[in-house]
């Protein structure tokens, strides 16, 4: 039994369709005041009603209700985390979720026996890092290495799909200029969210990644001003760009994913994949080949 926590969200209901594709037999966590199917109109989520006609087994819990947790774990061997706050808000907060309530599963999941915990993480967490996001994620890292399960720690990039969806995608719907902190050229590691579904749902039996914290990021890295750029080339015209000042506001997203904007041009991270592409046999996605897909626009993917 697997149990998959955030299966309603993009990458965890990718995740939880390939696993079932499989054979395996999937129990999915669930909560009743989820927003997951308002979210699904946006294409950002995934409806636990989908997942269930698909062989998914539904339990209710909440990652903020440790108690809700023993039942979930309950006769599992592997459980796989990709639940987030990020484009949740109420009280579904950084602390509340992506700190106490992953240290809330973990221990449900230790205390329950379960044999493996796959913990999607990100690139670049530092327990000093500046931003508490990336805090959370590597203090749960570190609880996660230290309970005494098998252990796999995925550190995608910034998700293509989410990300580029929402500082590119939502100005675009609204007719306006994306706008973009500073000058928009620290580059970083973006990877497809089907990239790093591949590799969860690889890493539930791969030798290669028991007790391993594997990086994951596309071909190369991009700047924000680079895959502008890129996205007007696959639509043939160029995309309008208003820049703002660093911790100024952007328009249109979430704070959180603001501040995170902001933060990224403090410094830049890239990820060789050649290597770990070739273990788990997983080919990485490029900007154009995302771009064209994501937007609709039938080109041929060349970087």
């Known amino acids: 039994m697997i149990l998959i926590a955030g299966a309603t969200g993009l990458l965890g209901g990718i995740v939880a369709y390939q696993l079932l594709e499989k054979g395996e037999d999937v129990r999915i966590l669930i909560r009743h005041d989820s927003p997951a199917a308002e979210l699904a109109k946006q294409g950002l989520a995934t409806p636990a009603q989908m997942l269930i006609n698909n062989g998914a087994r539904p339990i209710y819990g909440d990652l903020k209700d440790a108690a809700s947790l023993d039942a979930a774990c309950s006769?599992?061997?592997?459980?796989?985390?990709?639940?987030?706050?990020?484009?949740?808000?109420?009280?579904?907060?950084?602390?509340?979720?992506?700190?106490?309530?992953?240290?809330?599963?973990?221990?449900?999941?230790?205390?329950?026996?379960?044999?493996?915990?796959?913990?999607?993480?990100?690139?670049?967490?530092?327990?000093?890092?500046?931003?508490?996001?990336?805090?959370?994620?590597?203090?749960?890292?570190?609880?996660?290495?230290?309970?005494?399960?098998?252990?796999?720690?995925?550190?995608?990039?910034?998700?293509?799909?989410?990300?580029?969806?929402?500082?590119?995608?939502?100005?675009?719907?609204?007719?306006?200029?994306?706008?973009?902190?500073?000058?928009?050229?620290?580059?970083?590691a973006f990877v497809s969210v089907q990239d790093v579904a591949a590799y969860a749902v690889k890493a539930v039996d791969h030798p290669a990644a028991r007790n391993a914290a594997i990086l994951i990021g596309a071909p190369r890295a991009y700047s924000w001003t680079e895959i502008v750029e890129v996205v007007?080339?696959?639509?043939?015209?160029?995309?309008?760009?208003?820049?703002?000042?660093?911790?100024?506001?952007?328009?249109?997203?979430?704070?959180?994913?603001?501040?995170?904007?902001?933060?990224?041009?403090?410094?830049e991270d890239k990820i060789d994949m050649a290597q770990t592409a070739a273990i788990y046999g997983v080919e990485p996605t490029p900007l154009t080949k995302f771009a064209a897909r994501f937007f609709k626009v039938g080109v041929q993917p060349s970087n």
């Open 75 to 188: 006769g599992v061997e592997t459980v796989i985390t990709t639940a987030n706050s990020i484009m949740r808000g109420g009280p579904d907060t950084i602390e509340s979720v992506d700190l106490n309530g992953t240290k809330n599963l973990i221990d449900a999941a230790r205390t329950a026996g379960v044999k493996h915990f796959i913990y999607t993480s990100a690139a670049g967490v530092d327990i000093n890092h500046p931003n508490p996001f990336f805090q959370a994620k590597a203090t749960c890292e570190a609880y996660l290495a230290q309970s005494g399960m098998v252990y796999t720690i995925l550190k995608p990039g910034v998700f293509m799909e989410i990300w580029i969806g929402a500082v590119v995608g939502m100005p675009l719907q609204a007719a306006q200029p994306v706008t973009l902190v500073g000058q928009g050229d620290h580059k970083h």
């Open 232 to 267: 007007g080339q696959v639509m043939g015209h160029p995309l309008p760009i208003n820049y703002v000042s660093i911790g100024e506001r952007v328009p249109l997203i979430m704070e959180e994913m603001s501040q995170l904007l902001t933060t990224m041009e403090t410094y």
